[in-house]
């Protein structure tokens, strides 16, 4: 399981490029992602996200360049 960190997954757009991952919400309950699937996670209330299978999951986010990094 990995804690979720709202800033890592600021402004990006994320693809499930392979695998399931569950999104694991604070309040309880949670969605399953699985291959394909593409999703925006700034702002929700994500708790954590787990992969679910014995498989690994690979996850490709796109975002704008950071003016304060270039």
């Known amino acids: 399981m990995h804690a979720y960190d709202g800033a890592e997954?600021?402004?990006a757009i994320v693809l499930?490029?392979?695998g399931v991952i569950?999104?694991?919400y604070s309040?309880?309950?949670g969605r399953v992602c699985e291959?394909?699937?593409v999703m925006w996670l700034d702002?929700?209330?994500v708790r954590a996200m787990r992969n679910t299978r014995d498989e690994p999951?690979?996850?490709v986010a796109v975002s704008r360049r950071d003016a304060d990094r270039a």
């Open 16 to 18: 499930v490029e392979h």
């Open 43 to 45: 702002g929700l209330p």
């Open 27 to 29: 309040a309880g309950g």
């Open 57 to 59: 999951v690979v996850l």
């Open 9 to 11: 997954w600021r402004d």
């Open 35 to 37: 291959t394909g699937d």
């Open 22 to 24: 569950e999104l694991v």
